[in-house]
């Protein structure tokens, strides 16, 4: 049994213009001690699928399907007291806005001993002398004052550690970060990757990190998810992500990723714009801007499918790799014409095709991307440190 | 900014305002028609050198700017000179009506506190729900009520009518028991309006609140409802409210004149309507400096009120 087990999320909003579903039949699992990203453009439903782990989602959204269960117990089925004692305590979240989620009229140590509390953690000096060791594992340099200020005094960055630490006061299973490095400079952001790394194997907590990123994605995360329009379009460990992504708007995204020495003016490799919820698509969401879509693309909506077989997968469970685009079921008569190309760091090149349709072809301006952005954001991730996984079209 | 510091600044600011009030009492009286020696004189005929002397004696033949200042040195000294109309002190004639007024003013006050947040709290969770429509209409219904209406309906239904409470106070201490009775009339005439405000004012500022992130944040936390609600939201939305309430301090005084006069509350406002009419302008000028001091002083408790309640604001300068 996974820590988290998400089922079929069906997340609608009631807007004017019409029901939006911000999240359209998600279907995941995290194991205990994992770090699982979910990624896409603004505006897919990642924070919606966050924040509908926690119930967090107030009029007018609400979560009309599916299943979500930690450690087996179900969680939409919680009473209020339940859900009272599940938030912080087991799952804990830190908001894209990190200083917005604070309450501006308390000190940051007066809300993470008033959380501890809450769930029966520690109270008086214990519960101050925790606070304060734990603003000191998010390597906030003066966690002592830190204690004592008000969210308004913190920069961004420390604003986003404080928020890091409150969630981790009660030993939380499962840790939501959405857009954790959104909005701080890029040496922050590393330093910041670096903590939460740490924190993820010290404390043996589960990570479910939001991201429009994917520089972060390949810096620290074992498995992610790709998200658009709402829907999952793949699932798979990073750096099968990475070195065989196996949806066009997967290659899409990492061939925008920005890339330090590389003098070419760059396109945007995706084109166009992620589409009206109100009024999807037809078929699969992608094929307005999809550079290979055919006629089946417009009309038929492709599932999640495992990439060999093409047979769906079962909700959330493995295979580790699946996709949803209608090349896997074979019903894409053109294929997905873009290669990957893996460079190291010693500029040695080598093509891998990698069991698409191969022919090398310029489906889109010669763009090319890089498996993680540069040294600035990567220094030393084992699994893709060592090459860049390159797509080029 | 320490919070020292934040007071004593705030404390400055308010010293040209008092200056202006002063001012402008004291001009007040002097914008008044007819000379102070016909006044003085009863209006009878008297020799332009007795005239003369009264004026030296009292000061009137000096400029203006040095009667002023020669005012305000009495004043400072809370001398206010005597009435020449009743012959008796100004001081304690003032002083013997003020904790009349201050006991109408302050359980006035207090009850619509007491009614205003916590309806307007319920209205806001309640948000467009049953208890949100009955909060809304009775606001309305005591905004519109003049209060000198409500005043005359209640004495004669429980003072006429039923017999409940006396038509004027009774011939007793300020602290008795029977005053405190007949007290509850003239405090729900005055508390009326004011409730209704703050009511509308508490739902609308908590509403705005509960919308914001970090009302979330406490719920993602795992906190208990009623913490989210009181703790956090509650707080954020009081500086609205306290602005308001505090400000209504010093229009309960002016409420006062009416509702004194309906009750018969030998408060104030009594003495104020009935120095008017006599134009018995010494007593005047302390009313009314003592009202522009009243709200001065509201006006510095509200900004500290709000230093204690939101840090941003002590930090802010």
């Known amino acids: ?393 | 900014m320490s919070i020292v510091r934040y007071t004593l600044r705030r404390a400055l600011t308010s010293v040209p305002v008092l200056i202006g009030a002063t001012a402008l009492t004291f001009g007040l009286v002097h914008l008044a028609p007819g000379d102070p020696i016909d006044v003085l004189v009863g209006f009878d005929h008297v020799d332009p050198a007795t005239r003369a002397s009264l004026r030296a004696e009292y000061n009137l033949d000096r400029p203006l700017w040095q009667q002023y200042l020669l005012w305000v040195r009495d004043v400072a000294t809370l001398e206010f000179g005597e009435s020449p109309i009743t012959g008796r002190d100004v001081g304690p004639t003032v002083a013997g009506r003020l904790p009349h007024t201050i006991a109408l003013g302050v359980s006035a006050w207090l009850l619509s506190l007491a009614i205003g947040i916590p309806a307007g709290i319920v209205a806001a969770v309640d948000d467009g729900g049953p208890a949100d429509e009955v909060s809304r209409i009775g606001a309305l219904v005591g905004i519109a009520t003049p209060n000198f209406w409500l005043g005359l309906v209640l004495l004669f239904v429980f003072g006429v009518q039923l017999g409940w409470v006396r038509v004027t106070p009774p011939d007793a201490p300020l602290a008795s028991l029977e005053m405190a009775w007949f007290m509850v009339l003239p405090t729900i005439t005055l508390a009326t309006a004011l409730a209704a405000v703050v009511t509308r004012l508490m739902r609308s500022s908590m509403r705005r609140e509960l919308e914001r992130e970090y009302v979330r944040g406490a719920r993602a936390r795992g906190l208990r409802e009623r913490t989210v609600l009181l703790k956090h939201a509650l707080r954020n939305s009081l500086t609205a409210v306290v602005t308001v309430a505090g400000l209504q301090i010093a229009l309960l005084l002016d409420g006062a004149v009416v509702v004194e006069q309906v009750f018969s509350w030998p408060g104030m406002g009594q003495l104020l309507v009935e120095s008017i009419s006599r134009r018995d302008f010494p007593v005047v000028q302390a009313v009314v400096l003592l009202i522009a001091v009243a709200t001065i002083v509201a006006n510095l408790l509200v900004d500290l009120a709000y230093a204690v309640i939101d840090p941003r604001i002590r930090h802010d300068r």
Do not use: W
């Open chain 1, 1 to 393: 049994m996974a820590l988290l087990e998400v089922d079929d999320l069906t997340v609608q909003f009631y807007t004017e213009d019409g029901v939006v579903r911000a999240v359209d039949g998600f279907s995941y699992e995290i194991e205990r001690g994992e770090t699982f990203a979910i990624v896409g453009e603004s505006g897919a439903g990642k924070s919606v699928a966050s924040l509908s782990l926690l119930r967090l989602i107030e009029r007018p959204g609400e979560i009309v399907d599916g299943e979500i269960r930690f450690r087996g117990r179900d969680v939409l089925g919680f009473s209020q007291d339940e859900l009272r004692q599940f938030r912080g305590n087991d799952a804990a979240i830190a908001f894209q806005n990190p200083e917005a989620m604070l309450d501006p009229v308390y000190t940051v140590g007066e809300q993470i001993v008033e959380t501890m509390r809450a769930h029966d953690i520690a109270t008086g000096e214990a519960a101050r002398d925790r606070a304060i060791s734990l603003l000191e594992r998010v390597d906030i340099a003066d966690p002592e004052s830190a204690y004592t200020d008000y969210p308004h005094e913190l920069s961004g960055g420390m604003a986003q550690r404080a928020v890091i630490a409150t969630a981790l006061s009660c030993d939380p299973d499962l840790l939501i970060l959405d857009e954790p490095t959104t909005g701080l400079d890029v040496t922050i952001q590393a330093q910041l990757l670096e903590t939460l790394t740490d924190l993820a194997e010290t404390f043996d907590t589960a990570i479910q990190l939001v991201t429009h990123d994917l520089g972060v994605v390949a810096d620290c995360c074992d498995r992610a998810l790709v998200m658009y329009a709402g829907r999952a379009v793949e699932r798979a460990p990073v750096e099968e992500l990475f070195y065989d992504p196996s949806h066009p708007y997967t290659a899409g995204l990492l061939a925008s990723i920005p890339r330090i020495g590389d003098g070419r003016d760059r396109l945007p490799a995706v084109p166009g714009s992620p589409p009206d919820l109100v009024q999807v698509p037809t078929g699969c969401r992608f094929h307005p801007r999809c550079p290979y879509a055919e006629d089946v693309c417009a009309t038929r909506d492709p599932k999640l499918v495992e990439l060999e077989t093409g047979n769906p997968v079962p909700d959330g469970r493995r295979p580790d790799h699946a996709s949803a685009c209608h090349e896997h079921t074979g019903n894409l008569e053109g294929g997905l014409d873009y290669e990957v190309r893996i460079v190291d760091d010693r500029g040695n090149d080598s093509t891998d095709s990698s069991g698409q349709d191969g022919a090398v072809s310029d489906g889109l301006d010669g763009a090319e991307s890089d498996g993680q952005t540069d040294d600035e954001t990567a220094p030393d991730d084992p699994e893709t440190g060592g090459d860049h996984g390159e797509r080029s079209r």
